[in-house]
Nanobody, 116 residues
Framework: QVQLVESGGGLVEPGGSLRLSCAAS????????MKWYRQAPGKERELVAE????????SYADSVKGRFTISRDNAKNTVYLQMNSLRPEDTAVYYC?????????WGQGTQVTVSS
């Protein structure tokens, strides 16, 4: 069974940091690129960051560039999103994403709330 399980969300004050994790199972993780998306209330889901299968290539949305870092540990079948200098506008549900046999695979999401 192909599965993505996110963790690490929570409530943090502006300027704070969080690290999200996404544990993958049911497929050969080391062969797949991975992405993090987020969806804020009343807004469309947006791509935040992506990483290739080896971790050598990454890209980011302009809104998070310089503040967020995506990484992966293929030995642990896990992808991470380190989020620093968090802002209220980063408040959203964050989702892990990949594709498997032409299907989109999403995690259940983890809530990140940035508020004082």
């Amino acid at each position: 069974q192909v599965q993505l399980v996110e963790s690490g969300g929570g409530l943090v004050e502006p300027g704070g940091s969080l690290r999200l994790s996404c544990a993958a199972s049911g497929f050969t993780f080391s062969r797949k690129s991975m992405k993090w998306y987020r969806q804020a209330p009343g807004k469309e889901r947006e791509l935040v960051a992506e990483i290739d299968s080896t971790g050598d290539s990454t890209s980011y949305a302009d809104s998070v560039k310089g503040r967020f870092t995506i990484s992966r540990d293929n030995a642990k079948n896990t992808v991470y999103l380190q989020m620093n200098s968090l802002r209220p506008e980063d408040t959203a549900v964050y989702y892990c994403f990949t594709t498997y046999r032409l299907r989109n695979v999403w995690g259940q999401g983890t809530q990140v709330t940035v508020s004082s």
